[in-house]
């Protein structure tokens, strides 16, 4: 009995000790604990987010380029993340999400100590599951470079997204770290961040439109943006989107007959997938983004902190004239005319050899720029070895006007299939405002990435005309003034041409007709300095020499010059520099941008409207009369003025539309002028340019959503004082072969 009591002792004095010890190991662990959670506060294992940090999360956002009716033309980006308002949010989605990845979201501070517990038990016994929170999950997708690896790292990670954590629940509110997430999350496909990016690429919506089994799809996602692809894997992802339909029913977020239907339903996905060279206006954005570059340069435009903006980064929303419809009306204009005109061409080229003579060296220039002729110099090839690889067969991607084709052929045969595309280009813009609506650069940017409407410029043909006409009627000479249109000699120079409409032949009708004589007298009476002089002012950038050839278009000029000089004729006069952009918001909306249009009267508003009904005379009965006839266009019988161009050869056609409201130009020609039609009645400007702008405005003027008349062009300020524009009040003149005077008495007053 005494050896039993003196054990009962020992062992109670045992039980003390061992007492005293669990709460010394407790105390130091949790003292343990707080030290080391105060360390990763303090950022020794890795810098935690300030709170400044907290305020202006980092991550890359893709700027938006936005269109005048408020749709999203594009975006630049490194990811394709762009971010949403919670307002911007559908229902659906934060159900689908709380229910699935943190039932008790709104009853925690950042963490879920009894999910964590309950987590933590099941892994050490070998069945691991998922235990962050949305705040947790946010926190790792904001501030660190995934999920490590490493089970130490992975530790030490896990405690700061705990403090993390909390601290955005401190001064976030639910709903803004919900829309975070949401902003934060990689979808895994195409490039494709955040659920706007997401609604658009999977379902060609915005997120407050997605439905409950779209939302359900797109959150199921997120636990394997892989495996639970819905083009990958469609079948794994109806699976999980039923699971979160499951999750959402369980939560009472839907009925148990809601979700008996929604997960009956197929995906139904409408994929648009993002890229610079996929979607409308694909040459206007990659022109654009150097415009804007360009631009903050000039004007030392940068962020708070003294850095240059990134536009793949930063977030900026970009917003420009282009209407979204009208920029999908002239890409299907230029598809619609080019597939034919291109049918024709091949015709024409099938028996022919395009690349002998002096077209051979087309082909090595043609070698020579190209990315595989860079890549193989760069690795040491002689030019000799590289054209011997340039005749072995590999697999390429081919453009058609059907899609692309893959296919395999040599380099050098892709040169030549590629030099036989013929190219289109055309902008459309409002002459009074300068505002840009429509801007095609080519005829596919993923093949051809050369912008042909501002980079790009080619020769200009008779569409040059109209600047020597304006200075001579802005000098006093009458539109109805007849002058001769017969050949002759300027020097060494002795124009071509036919003549049409008689000899002598009234401004108007020289104008009307097209004709080289008349125009090379005229530019020899006024001046050719003085034409290349306006031609400037009008806007051309491009070289215009003292040359009388200038005339007949003998120089190069972008569409884009082009169709903001015919503007001035419309626009009283005055010439309004062509606009791309409106403004520039960064992230924040707070506007660093605005455009200040330049502007500069360059034409009597008399002389300007003169020049109008000229241009109106090309279409009613003059070389742009196939507006007027042909079925193609439906029949357009409103107010329109115009001039067509034709070079050389057939190289290059050109017409230039003008309304009340709309300029619009257009050019078709091949690559090198070597290759062109070899006849006039397809390779002219009213054969392979002119239907273009003709289906554009039948599209335009279909629209019920667009507001553009059809009434006639407005009379100028004052009315017309200077002269009548009526030549039937004046007498046909009756002159001999000699040149007559442009004196007062046959000026037209």
Request: charged share 25%; glycine share 8%; proline share 4%.
């Amino acid at each position: 009995m005494k050896r039993e009591s003196k054990k009962n002792k020992l062992t109670e004095e045992d039980i003390k000790r061992y007492t005293r010890n669990f709460w010394r190991v407790l105390i130091g662990l949790v003292a343990f604990a707080f030290i080391f959670i105060f360390a990763v506060r303090l950022g020794i294992f890795g810098k935690l987010p300030s709170f400044k940090d907290l305020e202006n999360p980092k991550s890359n956002l893709a700027s938006e380029i936005i269109t005048d009716d408020n749709k999203i033309l594009g975006t630049y980006y490194v990811h394709n993340r762009s971010n949403v308002k919670y307002s911007e949010l559908s229902p659906h989605l934060v159900h689908a999400l709380v229910s699935t990845e943190d039932k008790r979201f709104y009853k925690h501070s950042g963490i879920d100590y009894s999910r964590t517990i309950t987590v933590i038990f099941h892994t050490l016994t070998g069945n691991k599951q998922g235990g962050s929170t949305i705040t947790q999950q946010l926190a790792l997708n904001l501030f660190s470079e995934g999920r490590a690896k490493n089970i130490f790292k992975r530790i030490i990670q896990k405690f700061q997204e705990w403090v993390t954590a909390i601290r955005l629940e401190r001064n976030y509110t639910k709903e803004e770290i919900i829309t975070m997430y949401f902003n934060t999350v990689d979808f895994g496909y195409k490039n494709t961040y955040g659920i706007k990016s997401a609604a658009r690429t999977f379902y060609n919506t915005t997120p407050d439109k997605l439905d409950a089994q779209q939302s359900a799809m797109l959150v199921g996602m997120l636990k394997g943006p892989g495996i639970y692809s819905p083009v990958r894997y469609p079948e794994n992802a109806v699976k999980r989107r039923n699971q979160v339909l499951a999750n959402m029913e369980d939560q009472h977020f839907l009925t148990p007959d809601e979700f008996t239907k929604f997960k009956e339903l197929p995906l139904n996905l409408d994929l648009r997938i993002s890229s610079y060279f996929e979607g409308l206006g694909a040459y206007f954005r990659d022109v654009l983004k150097d415009e804007i570059k360009k631009e903050f340069k000039r004007l030392s435009i940068t962020k708070a902190d003294g850095t240059p903006y990134d536009l793949d980064r930063d977030g900026l929303k970009i917003y420009t004239p282009i209407n979204f419809q009208m920029q999908q009306y002239a890409e299907e204009a230029q598809k619609e005319w080019m597939m034919k005109v291109q049918r024709d061409f091949d015709r024409q080229w099938k028996t022919r050899d395009a690349f002998k003579g002096e077209n051979a060296k087309l082909l090595i220039s043609g070698m020579k720029r190209s990315d595989r002729y860079r890549v193989l110099k760069n690795d040491g090839l002689s030019d000799s070895e590289i054209e011997k690889a340039f005749q072995v067969k590999v697999p390429m991607s081919i453009f058609t006007w059907k899609g692309n084709v893959d296919t395999v052929m040599t380099p050098m045969d892709s040169i030549r299939y590629t030099k036989l595309f013929l190219r289109n280009a055309m902008m459309s813009m409002e002459p009074k405002t300068g505002y840009i609506k429509a801007w095609v650069g080519g005829i596919n940017f993923e093949h051809f990435k050369y912008d042909q409407v501002k980079q790009g410029t080619r020769q200009v043909g008779s569409t040059a005309k109209p600047f020597t006409y304006a200075y001579a009627i802005d000098n006093g000479i009458s539109p109805c003034t007849p002058i001769p249109n017969h050949q002759r000699t300027y020097g060494n120079w002795s124009p071509r041409g036919t003549v049409q409409g008689g000899d002598p032949i009234t401004l108007k009708n020289a104008l009307k007709y097209s004709q080289n004589y008349a125009s090379a007298y005229l530019i020899n009476e006024v001046g050719a300095s003085n034409v290349a002089d306006l031609t400037k002012r009008m806007g051309v950038t491009s070289n215009v020499p003292n040359y009388p050839s200038i005339a007949l278009g003998a120089y190069d000029a972008s569409v884009y010059d082009m169709v903001g000089a015919y503007a001035a004729f419309v626009n009283n006069g005055t010439w309004i520099e062509p606009t791309m952009i409106l403004r520039v918001e960064d992230k924040n909306g707070t506007p660093i941008y605005e455009k200040a249009a330049k502007v500069l009267k360059v034409l009597n508003s008399e002389t300007a409207y003169a020049m109008v009904e000229m241009l109106k005379g090309v279409v009613d009965g003059g070389t742009g009369s196939r507006l007027r006839w042909d079925p193609n266009f439906g029949g357009l019988k409103n107010p329109i003025g115009g001039k067509t161009g034709t070079t050389n050869d057939n190289s290059d056609a050109w017409f230039i539309g003008i309304t009340p409201e709309l300029v619009t130009g257009v050019w078709t020609g091949a690559e090198d002028r070597g290759i062109s039609f070899s006849n006039m009645a397809y390779g002219q400007g009213a054969a392979a340019a002119m239907p273009v702008f003709g289906l554009f405005m039948n599209k335009v003027y279909k629209d019920n959503t667009l507001t553009y008349s059809k009434e006639d062009f407005p009379l100028p300020p004052g009315g017309l004082t200077r002269f009548n524009l009526d030549c039937s009040q004046y007498s046909s003149f009756h002159g001999t072969s000699e040149d007559p005077p442009l004196d007062d008495d046959r000026l037209g007053f």
